[in-house]
């Protein structure tokens, strides 16, 4: 079973930079690509960023400038980083990995939530 654990959330100030990590555990195999969404409720999960084992970086077009994907050097390992968050980046943010080169599936975390105050 393969489980992505985020950390990182919680109350925040507006112009804080939090960080949010996420870990995936359960497989030996190196996740290619892995990345954000978020969620703000009434709304549908949409895309942050992802990025692949290689650094390869896809940014969702009004997502560009404020945020910053990275892997870290564990394997499977995957951050995001906020900067001047604000209170409209209020959402649940999940983790997301991709497993499908390896006849797996998407597997999703939890969330966390971040929550900004203005």
């Known amino acids: 079973q393969v489980w992505l654990v985020e950390s990182g959330g919680g109350l925040v100030q507006a112009g804080e930079s939090p960080k949010l990590s996420c870990v995936a555990t359960?497989?030996?195999?190196?996740?290619?690509?892995m990345g954000w969404y978020r969620q703000t409720p009434g709304n549908q999960r949409e895309l942050v960023a992802t990025?692949?084992?290689?650094?390869?970086?896809n940014y969702a077009d009004s997502m560009k400038g404020r945020f910053t994907v990275s892997r870290g050097t564990a394997k499977n390992t995957v951050y995001l980083q906020i900067h001047n968050v604000q209170p409209e980046d209020t959402a649940v943010y999940y983790c997301?990995?991709?497993?499908?080169?390896?006849?797996?599936?998407?597997?999703w975390g939890q969330g966390t939530q971040v929550t900004v105050s203005s």
């Open positions: 997301h990995g991709d497993l499908s080169d390896y006849g797996d599936k998407v597997y």
């Open positions: 359960g497989t030996t195999f190196p996740i290619n690509i």
């Open positions: 990025i692949t084992r290689l650094g390869n970086t």
